[in-house]
C-alpha cells in the first residue's frame, strides 16, 4: 500500500491488474531510498557538538 499512500499509484491499478508485482516492488525500492536517503540529509544536518 505504500505506493497508494505516496501517490506513485491508484489502488485500482493493484486489483485491476495494471500494476505487476514487479511495478509493486520497483515502487517499494525507491520508496525505501527516498526515505533512507532523506533520514541521512536529516542526520547530517544537525549540529555536532
Do not use: F
Amino acid at each position: 500500500m505504500r505506493p497508494v499512500l505516496r501517490g506513485l499509484c491508484k489502488y485500482e491499478s493493484l486489483i485491476d491488474g495494471t500494476l505487476t508485482l514487479c511495478d509493486v516492488a520497483d515502487m517499494n525500492d525507491a520508496i525505501t531510498a527516498m526515505d533512507e536517503n532523506a533520514w541521512r540529509a536529516n542526520e547530517a544536518s544537525k549540529p555536532r557538538g
